[in-house]
């Protein structure tokens, strides 16, 4: 039997089964807009983890024999689709780009939780090296956690949907513009967060993997410029509403980055890279857009479609929650010890002033279900 071999495939993108998205987990945050307006400007520290010299872990496999003289091309499998054929089909390449969401289902929550910890505005008793490694800043590209592995793997997918967009002859122009735009804004999005995570970073922008395994480490202020080329081109192609499987028709789920989501995202890494005048205006493109709000009732923060959601990732049925965010950071009135975290907790709040008299406070006190009146 002759070996089964596909030379030139870049990436295989199965489509044999849909995915079905019920509700969503907050991942850009209205909350993070008003921050860096109210927030006194100041210089940023960056985590500059001692990463080494290995580009990112990037790779493909080809499988030989000493008795092979050449590789055969045969169909690949029918549930499984080739780079060529995703691009000459709208649908098939609207599915390579969303698929890259269904496998962040979870990034909300897991960079909450290491960068919660490396920031400490996290803290555990836990000596496990899940949270060890965050918390001491040790993060590294050869160890978990961390978003190094995963986050490449993304980018991989992005540049994979840009190259494939840009080169397809078939697609049509309003939809080539959304999906290009939304893979530049993934690719943004994890090289903020891992530039964040480990400092300088390799800049992976294409999908040949022999360029890609030897790449070096580029300094952030690059990483930076990149970023933002990225975002504003987004920006400038996306549209201005959501966008459901057609990518041209209007949507009331926000599971799909949208112009303002560019300009959010665009607003932060501004502040990062000192540039303060340009995350001010961005800011404040934001600000003036009345489908963002801060939300009064606690418990509709983390809801599907929530006001002060400027982006979120799907959680894919039957789940048990509606948000992973939501099922580790808001805990229920009957945990047990919940009271006496509270008695830990409101000492320092009204040291601060949060857990005294006003709105604010009772706000804070109803949720601990601390009553609403007085300084308890």
């Not at 009204?350 to 009553?371: D, K, V």
């Amino acid at each position: 039997m002759k070996i089964q071999f596909i030379k030139s495939m870049v990436k295989i993108v199965s489509v044999a089964m849909p995915i079905a998205i019920a509700f969503f987990a907050a991942t850009f945050h209205f909350k993070i807009i008003i921050n860096i307006i109210k927030n006194s400007i100041a210089k940023n520290n960056f985590i500059n983890s001692q990463v080494g010299s290995c580009g990112p872990i990037i790779g493909f496999i080809i499988i030989t024999s000493s008795a092979c003289t050449k590789f055969v091309q045969i169909d690949p499998p029918s549930t499984q689709i080739v780079t060529a054929s995703v691009f000459n089909d709208n649908n098939a390449a609207t599915a390579a780009l969303t698929e890259i969401y269904t496998q962040m289902q979870a990034e909300s929550w897991n960079m909450s939780q290491v960068a919660g910890l490396m920031a400490d505005e996290l803290q555990s008793p836990s000596s496990s090296a899940g949270v060890v490694i965050p918390y001491t800043n040790s993060m590294s590209a050869f160890n978990d956690p961390g978003p190094w592995t995963r986050a490449y793997n993304y980018i991989f997918e992005a540049n994979a949907v840009i190259e494939g967009v840009k080169n397809s002859t078939t697609i049509i122009p309003a939809i080539q513009k959304q999906l290009i735009g939304e893979a530049e804004f993934i690719r943004a999005f994890w090289n903020f967060y891992l530039t964040s995570c480990y400092g300088d970073v390799p800049l992976v922008t294409s999908t040949d993997y022999k360029v890609n395994s030897l790449l070096a480490r580029t300094p952030i202020s690059q990483v930076y410029d990149n970023i933002i080329i990225d975002l504003k081109d987004a920006e400038s192609i996306l549209n201005n509403d959501y966008v459901n499987a057609t990518d041209t028709t209007s949507y009331s789920e926000r599971i799909r980055p949208n112009k303002a989501s560019a300009t959010a995202l665009l607003a932060r890494v501004y502040l990062f890279a000192g540039k303060y005048t340009e995350a001010e205006q961005a800011s404040a493109v934001l600000l003036a857009d009345d489908r963002y709000e801060l939300v009064q009732d606690l418990n509709r923060v983390f809801l599907a479609n929530s006001t002060e959601a400027i982006w979120q990732l799907g959680i894919s049925t039957p789940a048990s929650y509606n948000t992973v965010d939501g099922f580790n950071f808001v805990l229920p009135a009957d945990v047990p010890g919940l009271q006496s975290f509270t008695d830990r907790v409101l000492p320092e709040l009204r040291r601060h002033g949060i857990a005294g008299q006003g709105q604010q406070g009772a706000t804070l006190r109803a949720h601990l279900g601390l009553g609403t009146g007085g300084a308890e």
